[in-house]
C-alpha cells in the first residue's frame, strides 16, 4: 500500500490546521485544538515523505527536508509541555538529532552538486544551515536548564511557523501540476510569505516581554496571549 494518499492528506490538513492556529487566539480552544492536529499531519506528512523518497532522483533534497520538518514541530510542541524528569534528555537527544541532520543534509548538498544535480545544492545548504542553528538553539536551552515564560513562546512559535511555511512553500511554489486547478490563483503563492510576515509579527510582539514564573508555564499548552495582556 502506498504512502502516497498520507502524505497528501497530512500536508493538506497541515496546512489548513497551521494557518487556523496561526491567524486564532493564542491559548484558546480553537488554537489548541488546530494546533494538536497540526502537529499530528505535519508528522505525517514530513515523515511518509521521507519515506517515499528513498530510492528516488528526489531522495537527497526530500529525507533531509522531511527529517528537518518533523523535528521542527516535535520540537515546536515540546517547547510548550510541562516540563518533566525526562525532559533534559529528550531535549540532548532533540539538540543532537539537530546537529547530525544538518551536517548530513549540508554533506548532502555538495555531493548532489558533484553528482550533477545542482539545483538540490542551494535549498539542501538552506536546511542545513536551519537544522544547525535549531541545534544551536538547543544546545543554549541545555546549558540554561531550559526555558522559561516568553522564551518558549518564541522558540514554540518559530518553529511551528518554519514547519508551516516549509508545508505551504512545497504545495503552492512547488510544481503547477500539484496544485488543484481551482486553487491556482497567483495571490495564493504569497501564502508561504505571509506565513513567515506574520511569524516575524509575533517574535516582534514579544520581543520585550517579561519571562512569567516556571510555575505558570508549565500547564500544558501554555496560554499564548500577547504580551500587552500578561503585563
Not at 44 to 51: D, N, R, T
Not at 110 to 116: E, R
Amino acid at each position: 500500500m502506498t504512502l502516497t494518499p498520507f502524505h497528501v492528506i497530512g500536508g493538506i490538513t497541515g496546512v489548513v490546521s497551521g494557518l487556523v492556529a496561526l491567524y486564532t487566539l493564542k491559548g484558546g480552544p480553537l488554537h489548541r485544538r488546530s494546533g494538536t492536529i497540526f502537529v499530528y499531519a505535519m508528522l505525517l506528512m514530513s515523515l511518509s515523505g521521507a519515506v517515499l523518497a528513498v530510492g528516488r532522483q528526489s531522495a537527497a533534497m526530500n529525507i533531509p527536508a522531511g527529517l528537518i520538518t518533523a523535528y521542527l514541530v516535535f520540537t515546536g510542541l515540546v517547547a510548550v509541555q510541562p516540563r518533566w524528569e525526562g525532559s533534559a534528555r529528550i531535549d540532548r537527544g532533540a539538540m543532537l538529532t539537530a546537529f547530525a541532520l544538518g551536517a548530513a543534509t549540508i554533506a548532502s548538498a555538495f555531493v548532489s552538486a558533484a553528482a550533477g544535480h545542482r539545483a538540490f545544492a542551494p535549498p539542501l545548504i538552506i536546511f542545513g544551515v536551519l537544522a544547525l542553528s535549531a541545534g544551536a538553539g538547543d544546545l543554549r536551552m541545555v546549558r540554561a536548564g531550559g526555558l522559561q515564560g516568553t522564551a518558549r513562546v518564541k522558540r514554540h512559535l518559530w518553529r511551528m511557523s518554519v514547519a508551516l511555511f516549509i508545508a505551504s512553500a512545497s504545495f503552492f511554489l512547488g510544481p503547477v501540476r500539484r496544485i488543484p486547478e481551482p486553487l491556482r490563483v497567483p495571490a495564493l503563492r504569497l501564502l508561504p510569505f505571509i506565513v513567515l510576515a506574520t511569524m516575524a509579527y509575533w517574535l516582534w510582539r514579544y520581543r520585550r516581554s517579561r519571562p512569567s514564573s516556571r510555575s505558570s508555564t508549565s500547564r500544558g499548552m501554555m496560554n499564548l496571549t500577547p504580551p500587552e495582556a500578561v503585563r
